[in-house]
C-alpha cells in the first residue's frame, strides 16, 4: 500500500501569513506514460464533508481561491496558502490515487495563531 | 447540481448488519465510478470501496474485505453498502463520493468530488 504522510500534524498561523502543509507518499506516484500526479488535495471544516481543492497535485479545482496552491512532483508535494484567512481554518488532507487501495494522509490541523 | 444524499446509518450491536445507501443526482450516474470513505469519530479518512460505472468491478480496503459489499443500481442512481460481522472499530461517518472516471483500475481519475453530507454507523452493544 501506498503511506502517505502530512506534516506537520497541526499548524498556527498568523490571518495574512503564509500557511505551508507538506505531503509525502511512500511510492512515486508520477506515471511518466502522461506525467501526472496522482495526487489530490482536500478541505474538510468542523461537521461538513471534504471539499476537493486540488487535483493532479496543482489543477486548482473551481471555485477554489487562488491564495491556495498546489506543488510538487514524484513523492513530495505541499499545499501552500499563500495569505491565511480565517474561513481557511480547516483540516486539510493528501490522497494519493495513483492505485488501490486509495490512500489518504493522515491530515493537517489548520489555526489561526 | 450534483448531488449525492446518504441514508442507512444508525446504531446496531457487534456483529450485526446494516445497508447504506447514497442517492445520486445532477450527473449521469452510471458514467462515473463511486466510492465509501469513512471517518471515525475524531480521526481522519479512510478509503473503504469503490466500484466501476458499470457496477463490474469491485476493490476493498483489507479492513473490510469479506465483510463489506458494494453495489449500486444504476437505474436507480443509487450506490449501496451492505455491512455484515460489524465491529465497534466500524464506527464512523460513512460518505460516498464521486470518481471523474468510470474505471477503477490503477491510475485512473479516482479523486472524489462531490461527496455527500455522510451517515453515521455506529457499532456499540
Known amino acids: 500500500d501506498i503511506v502517505m504522510t502530512q506534516s506537520p500534524d497541526s499548524l498556527a498561523v498568523s490571518l495574512g501569513e503564509r500557511a505551508t502543509i507538506n505531503c509525502k507518499s511512500s511510492q512515486n506516484i508520477l506515471y511518466g506514460s502522461n506525467n501526472g500526479n496522482y495526487l489530490a488535495w482536500y478541505q474538510q471544516k468542523p461537521g461538513q464533508p471534504p471539499k476537493l481543492l486540488f487535483y493532479?497535485?496543482?489543477t486548482r479545482e473551481s471555485g477554489v481561491p487562488d491564495r491556495f496552491s498546489g506543488s510538487g512532483s514524484g513523492t513530495d508535494f505541499t499545499l501552500t496558502i499563500s495569505s491565511l484567512q480565517a474561513e481557511d481554518v480547516a483540516v486539510y488532507y493528501c490522497?494519493?490515487?495513483?492505485?488501490?487501495?486509495?490512500?489518504f494522509g493522515q491530515g493537517t490541523r489548520l489555526e489561526i495563531k | 447540481e450534483v448531488q449525492l444524499v446518504e441514508s442507512g446509518g444508525g446504531l446496531v450491536q457487534p456483529g450485526g448488519s446494516l445497508r447504506l445507501s447514497c442517492e445520486a443526482s445532477g450527473f449521469p450516474f452510471s458514467s462515473y465510478a463511486m466510492s465509501w470513505v469513512r471517518q471515525a469519530p475524531g480521526k481522519g479518512l479512510e478509503w473503504v470501496s469503490i466500484i466501476s460505472g458499470n457496477g463490474l468491478s469491485t476493490d476493498y480496503a483489507d479492513s473490510v474485505k469479506g465483510r463489506v459489499t458494494i453495489s449500486r443500481d444504476n437505474s436507480k442512481n443509487t450506490l449501496y453498502l451492505q455491512m455484515n460481522s460489524l465491529r465497534v472499530d466500524d464506527t464512523a461517518v460513512y460518505y460516498c463520493?464521486?470518481?471523474?472516471?468510470?474505471?477503477?483500475?490503477?491510475?485512473?481519475?479516482?479523486?472524489?468530488?462531490?461527496w455527500g453530507q455522510g451517515t453515521l454507523v455506529t457499532v456499540s452493544s
Open positions: 493532479w497535485a496543482s
Open positions: 490522497q494519493q490515487y495513483y492505485t488501490t487501495p486509495i490512500t
Open positions: 463520493g464521486k470518481s471523474m472516471t468510470t474505471f477503477i483500475t490503477s491510475r485512473r481519475e479516482n479523486w472524489f468530488d462531490p
